[in-house]
């Protein structure tokens, strides 16, 4: 069994920073990529940042220059620093991590539970 918990959301001021926080526990054999999906209300999920084993990073056109992506290959922890908040940038951010259990299994989705980030104007 996996699990992804995520810390650090909160209410901030546009123009203020956040810093969120999340680690991968269980039943890990490798983790291949993990990141940071978000869901404002009404809204599908979408990608925010993403970062591989080896540190390649990918993000939202949305948040470039502004968010900052992190990870920790030997704790299975993932950051994302958010700075110049803006109240669009409010939502629900999930964890993701695509990883395996063993050397022999698949590469699996999973997901924390989500920490709600809210920008006031």
């Known amino acids: 069994q996996v699990q992804l918990e995520e810390s650090g959301g909160g209410l901030v001021q546009a123009g203020g920073s956040l810093r969120l926080s999340c680690a991968a526990s269980?039943?890990?054999?490798?983790?291949?990529?993990m990141g940071w999906y978000r869901q404002a209300p009404g809204k599908q999920r979408e990608l925010v940042a993403t970062?591989?084993?080896?540190?390649?990073?990918n993000y939202a056109d949305s948040v470039k220059g502004r968010f900052t992506i992190s990870r920790d290959n030997a704790k299975n922890t993932v950051s994302l620093q958010m700075n110049s908040l803006k109240p669009e940038d409010t939502a629900v951010y999930y964890c993701?991590?695509?990883?395996?259990?063993?050397?022999?299994?698949?590469?699996?989705?999973?997901w924390g539970q989500g920490t709600q980030v809210t920008v006031s104007s």
């Open positions: 970062i591989s084993s080896s540190g390649r990073t």
């Open positions: 993701y991590a695509a990883l395996r259990t063993s050397m022999t299994s698949a590469l699996y989705d999973y």
């Open positions: 269980g039943r890990i054999f490798s983790i291949n990529v």
